[in-house]
Every structure is written in structure tokens, then in C-alpha cells.
């Protein structure tokens, strides 16, 4: 896998490293970038190294994965939706993460309307900002606490509220309440591998219908859309340790 940057540059990744979504810092302080650095390094999550202040510094992306762009509102105020237009137009498949201090109806509504898939508070902390990235990879919106609950007819200031990453994981962890059987266990670690169903039929010395029903019985349980979401759902939130046959 690689990608050209804005000077030409083709930077090459191991896809094994790989396995959620390369991360493009959008801002003009430098210091977000390097506090997302130091943030992701052990989560699913790269870190693109290369300055992106503004659309022309985008890199070519030459090949079919995951792009998650976290752009910072103070860095462009009132031209922060515009740019998430411009870039949506660029890179239509990636997903768009709004961070900043704090977020009003009016910016939440059009922002959404551009195509931006979360926001997140720069006040959050470490494991509440991985969390709500790793939500947007699977296609579910994170939305501030501040503008769902008034909704809900709830008061944000005087209710008692889980963290967000708490909330995340009980929402991963509850999507089915079935616990998967030894063969389906196995299955999904292979899952997590990348193995398709020809290679995994073969290590487990199954059929591929076999597996391809198998796989479906996965997905249905844990609530998972495709193969890539139950991989990702199977590497955060539970340790497969399949027993042997």
C-alpha cells in the first residue's frame, strides 16, 4: 500500500500494519498533528506525517483503504465546512471527524449536512477520542453529549452521564448477547488475519459454504455490517482464544 504525497513523494505502508484507517491530521498547528501521533501509535490507527494545512496538500491516494480525516475547527473557523465539501469531493469513501472546544446546533447541523460523520471535544481524553474514531470507522455517528441530550429532552448539565468510551464499548460489547461457539471463534481470528474464506476453509478443513455461513452467523451476532467491521470489532473488544478441536 502507499500513497503519493503533494511533492511526489510515494510513501509505502506495511497493510499488515494497517488495519482500521490512515489518519490525515487536517490543521495548521502543528501540534495537533503531533499530539495525534502520540496519541495513536498503539490503536488501529496511522498517522499521516505530512503537513495538511488546506485542500492542495493532499496526497494522491493510488489505493483502495480506509482515509479518516480529523480536521481541526479553530484552524479554519468559519471555512471548516467548505473544506470537508472540497475534501468529501476529493476522497468520497473516507470519513470526516470535526474536533474543537466545544460545538452549537446550527455548526453540528451543517456540518452533517457536508458529510462530516463525528464530532469530538478537544476536551476529551485519550481513550474517549479512540473510541469515538474507532465508531466512525464502523459507520456509527458520534455526536456531542451537549446536543443529543436537549434533543432527548434530557438536561446535559444536571444528568448523569457515562463516558463516551464506556457507552462505546457496552454498545460493542451488547450487540448480541450470544456468545460464539468454538468454530466461530476460530473463524473470526482468521477474520482478523485477512484470511478469505478459500484460506480459511483450508486451515479448518471445511468447506467454503461452510464458512461462508458461518461468517454471516458472525456478523449477525455481533452486529457487524462486513467482514473488515467484525475483524475490527473482534481486535477491540474481545480476546478470541479458541479452544482447540
Known amino acids: 500500500m502507499s500513497l503519493q504525497s503533494a511533492n511526489g513523494t510515494h510513501l509505502a505502508f506495511d497493510d499488515k500494519a494497517i488495519t482500521l484507517a490512515i489518519v490525515f ?11 495525534l501521533e502520540s496519541i495513536l501509535p498503539d490503536t488501529d490507527f496511522v498517522v499521516w506525517h505530512d503537513i495538511v494545512d ?26 471548516a465546512i467548505d473544506l470537508v465539501r472540497r475534501l468529501k469531493a476529493h476522497a468520497p469513501a473516507a470519513r470526516f471527524v470535526i474536533l474543537a472546544d466545544a460545538f452549537d446546533p446550527g455548526t453540528v447541523s451543517a456540518a452533517w449536512g457536508a458529510g462530516v460523520h463525528g464530532f469530538c471535544l478537544s476536551t476529551h481524553n485519550q481513550d474517549v477520542l479512540v473510541k469515538s474514531l474507532e465508531l466512525v470507522m464502523l459507520g456509527e455517528p458520534v455526536l456531542p453529549a451537549t ?11 444536571n444528568t448523569h452521564r457515562e463516558s463516551a468510551g464506556d457507552s ?37 478443513n471445511l468447506s467454503e459454504a461452510t464458512v461462508k455461513v458461518h461468517v454471516k452467523a458472525i456478523l449477525k451476532k455481533i452486529g457487524a455490517c462486513n467482514r473488515t467491521q467484525a475483524a475490527l470489532w ?12
Open 147 to 157: 446536543i443529543v441530550l436537549p434533543i432527548a429532552g434530557i438536561d446535559a448539565h
Open 54 to 79: 488546506g485542500f492542495s496538500s493532499l496526497p494522491a491516494i493510488e489505493n483502495e483503504f480506509s482515509a479518516l480525516f480529523i480536521i481541526d475547527a479553530s484552524s479554519f473557523t468559519s471555512g
Open 168 to 204: 462505546m464499548v457496552e454498545n460493542a460489547n451488547g450487540h448480541q448477547s450470544r456468545k460464539l461457539s468454538c468454530r466461530e471463534a476460530e473463524i473470526l481470528t482468521c477474520l482478523t488475519e485477512g484470511a478469505p474464506n478459500k484460506v480459511i476453509a483450508r486451515k479448518l
Open 25 to 35: 491530521p487536517v490543521c495548521t498547528n502543528p501540534l495537533l498533528r503531533i499530539g
Open 234 to 245: 473482534a481486535r477491540r473488544y474481545i480476546s478470541i482464544d479458541p479452544k482447540p478441536l
